[in-house]
């Protein structure tokens, strides 16, 4: 008898300790390890933008395409950052790279843009999805966001002002209709240039979704320097 208890009790402080180690794992770990994805993902893309990269070249390595120039903006590929979004609200050190598809491997890296949707600042929605806990916890304050805060993006060439048109909406994850062109539920009354951002609801669950819709306000020209409210 004393040999099963001392078998089970060796086997609950194990167990403990194995689940002490998940908790860790998930709450701090997975955190470190997307914020240095994050910050490598921001630092490539910054240094392609500073490249001069030849005319009809779609890669950055100064090589022109065979063909000569694109006959429009170039597609955005697949796993890899093409933006940068910053949001005041959560405070000015905030900022995480747009990945193109919203897949496992792309929302450890950063956020993900819904590759259904418009073109960042193009007429139609930019959906864009991101973590609300773990993997950097990137859209932890979404539910915080309130009316007229500004969502401001760049690609390198121009700086993309949204600002939030309402309160964040509670839905369910087969809402698709939140992504739509025009987006269900959001109150806007036809088409535009609109901003979608998606997360899971609750903070640490995902039966629902929480959804923050913004409208396409203002664009400069990063030669302009940073809009008015990413200046402390």
């Not at 890669?59 to 000569?68: E, K, L, R, W």
């Amino acid at each position: 008898m004393r040999v099963l208890v001392r078998t089970f009790s060796e086997l609950c402080i194990t167990v403990g300790a194995l689940i002490v180690l998940f908790v860790v794992y998930v709450l701090f770990w997975t955190g470190v390890q997307a914020n240095s994805a994050m910050d490598d993902e921001i630092d490539a893309l910054q240094d392609r933008w500073a490249q001069d990269a030849a005319p009809g070249d779609d890669d950055g390595d100064g090589a022109a395409t065979a063909g000569g120039p694109p006959d429009g903006p170039l597609p955005y590929k697949d796993g890899k950052a093409f933006a940068v979004m910053y949001i005041p609200r959560f405070g000015f050190t905030w900022n995480k790279p747009v990945l193109q598809g919203t897949g496992i491997d792309v929302l450890k890296k950063g956020l993900g843009h819904y590759a259904s949707t418009a073109r960042l600042g193009q007429k139609g929605n930019f959906a864009v999805a991101g973590h609300r806990r773990t993997y950097g916890d990137p859209f932890k304050d979404v539910p915080e966001l309130r009316p007229n805060d500004p969502v401001i993006l760049t690609d390198g060439t121009t700086w993309f002002t949204y600002r939030v048109h309402r309160e964040p909406y509670r839905t369910l994850p087969g809402d698709v209709g939140v992504i739509d062109p025009v987006p269900r539920g959001s109150g806007f009354d036809g088409p535009g240039r609109y901003l979608t951002l998606t997360t899971c609801e609750p903070e640490w669950g995902h039966s629902h979704r929480l959804i923050v819709w913004a409208h396409l306000d203002a664009t400069q020209p990063v030669e302009a320097g940073k809009p008015e409210a990413l200046r402390r």
